[in-house]
């Protein structure tokens, strides 16, 4: 009898073994990163190239990710009455006109909201700062009017300048776009309502009355696969991050001091990096004012969207 109960034992046991190794395959499909069975294969992956994980360039949303969070700068609330307590930094990334915006999303705007903030920014008499005064004003060094605004383009869209660019002159306003290095064509892409092309050159060249261009990275504008199940952006390998900073200068002729962070993910490294190559200021996507005082490699900025508009951000408390 004993002998019986062990062989049903072991029976038991085999078939458990059987189950948890069926229930550890189908996991380790659905979730390639996360189980032990694809770890080899993932860091294999990895070694092999991370070129591959290129794909999610562009891809993210980068408005999705302005999550609030309190500003740590010190706040000098010195300025007399009619001089700009705060700024905001409005950013934008990819403008069309709402029947070409097939994918809406926090980093897609409709054109017609577009307008309508540029409108109302010009009926309630805002001066659109360039980044040298955001700077100076950061610094405590000029004041600026108390109805002063920012306004910044992520990505290097072409629509930016289809769309975007005529309105901007119309109204007289300054804008500021931070390319990506690689994005920048030699030639002018044909412009289709619904694909995102990016700038050339020469439409660089025909807006600088109203775009200032500025370093988005030359090639960090991706999602990295750093460990196995974890992706950073790729800027935050400071070997490349710096290569990549001496290639955005050499190749697309930007040298301005002023960087918008990829997914607006920084760390100190980056930062350090930034200053020790000559740049003065880095724009987040953490929402929030700018003031007298802040750190100038921290700034926060305001995400616009069709349905947060314009009016609705300037006039949100300063917390
Ligand atoms: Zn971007």
Same mark, same amino acid.
């Given at each position: 009898?004993?002998? +019986?109960?062990? +062989?049903?034992?072991?029976?038991?046991?085999?078939?458990?073994?059987?189950?948890? *190794?069926?229930?550890?395959?189908?996991?380790?499909?659905?979730?390639? /990163?996360?189980?032990?069975?694809?770890?080899?294969?993932?860091?294999?992956?990895?070694?092999?190239?991370?070129?591959?994980?290129?794909?999610?360039?562009?891809?993210? #949303?980068?408005?999705?990710?302005?999550?609030?969070?309190?500003?740590?700068?010190? /706040? !000098?609330?010195?300025?007399?009455?009619?001089?700009?307590?705060?700024?905001?930094? %409005?950013?934008?990334?990819?403008?069309?006109? &709402?029947?070409?915006?097939?994918?809406?999303?926090?980093?897609?705007?409709? !054109?017609?909201?577009?307008?309508?903030?540029? =409108?109302?920014?010009?009926?309630?008499?805002?001066?659109?700062? $360039?980044?040298?005064?955001? &700077?100076?004003?950061?610094?405590? &060094?000029?004041? %600026? #009017? &108390?109805?002063?605004?920012?306004?910044?383009?992520?990505?290097?869209?072409?629509?930016?300048? *289809?769309?975007?660019?005529?309105?901007? =002159?119309?109204?007289?306003?300054?804008?500021?776009?931070?390319?990506?290095? $690689? =994005? %920048?064509?030699?030639?002018?892409?044909?412009?289709?309502?619904?694909?995102?092309?990016?700038?050339?050159?020469?439409?660089?060249?025909?807006?600088?009355?109203?775009?200032?261009?500025?370093? /988005?990275?030359?090639?960090?504008?991706?999602?990295? %696969?750093?460990?196995?199940?974890?992706?950073?952006?790729?800027?935050?390998?400071?070997?490349?991050? *710096?290569?990549?900073?001496?290639?955005? =200068?050499?190749?697309?002729?930007?040298?301005?001091?002023?960087?918008?962070?990829?997914?607006?993910?920084?760390?100190?490294?980056?930062?350090?990096?930034?200053? +020790?190559?000559?740049? +003065?200021?880095?724009?987040? *996507?953490? #929402?929030?004012?700018?003031? #007298?005082?802040?750190?100038?490699?921290? !700034?926060?900025?305001?995400?616009?969207?069709? $349905?947060?508009?314009?009016?609705?951000?300037?006039?949100?408390?300063?917390?």
């Amino acid at each position: 009898m004993p002998l +019986r109960r062990i +062989r049903n034992l072991i029976i038991i046991m085999l078939y458990i073994t059987i189950a948890f *190794v069926i229930t550890f395959y189908i996991l380790s499909l659905k979730y390639p /990163h996360a189980s032990a069975f694809s770890y080899e294969t993932c860091k294999a992956t990895y070694n092999m190239t991370d070129d591959l994980f290129k794909t999610l360039n562009g891809e993210v #949303p980068e408005g999705a990710s302005n999550v609030a969070a309190a500003s740590e700068s010190v /706040h !000098l609330k010195t300025a007399p009455a009619g001089k700009a307590n705060h700024i905001a930094v %409005l950013m934008y990334h990819y403008v069309v006109p &709402e029947k070409y915006n097939i994918e809406p999303n926090n980093a897609r705007i409709n !054109l017609e909201s577009f307008k309508e903030g540029m =409108k109302y920014l010009h009926d309630e008499g805002y001066h659109t700062a $360039t980044l040298q005064e955001l &700077e100076q004003y950061v610094k405590g &060094e000029i004041q %600026l #009017p &108390e109805k002063t605004v920012v306004l910044t383009f992520d990505d290097g869209y072409q629509n930016n300048v *289809v769309y975007a660019y005529p309105v901007l =002159k119309q109204y007289g306003f300054k804008a500021n776009i931070f390319i990506v290095g $690689t =994005k %920048l064509s030699d030639q002018k892409q044909k412009f289709v309502p619904t694909e995102k092309t990016t700038i050339s050159r020469q439409e660089m060249k025909a807006t600088s009355d109203v775009f200032a261009y500025h370093s /988005h990275t030359y090639n960090l504008h991706y999602k990295r %696969l750093v460990q196995c199940a974890e992706y950073y952006a790729a800027g935050k390998d400071s070997t490349r991050f *710096v290569h990549d900073i001496e290639l955005m =200068k050499a190749k697309t002729g930007i040298t301005t001091p002023y960087f918008a962070y990829p997914y607006g993910e920084y760390d100190p490294q980056m930062v350090y990096d930034l200053k +020790r190559n000559g740049y +003065r200021m880095a724009f987040t *996507v953490r #929402p929030g004012f700018v003031h #007298p005082g802040d750190d100038p490699m921290y !700034l926060p900025r305001m995400n616009v969207t069709s $349905t947060t508009t314009v009016r609705h951000l300037l006039n949100l408390p300063d917390e």
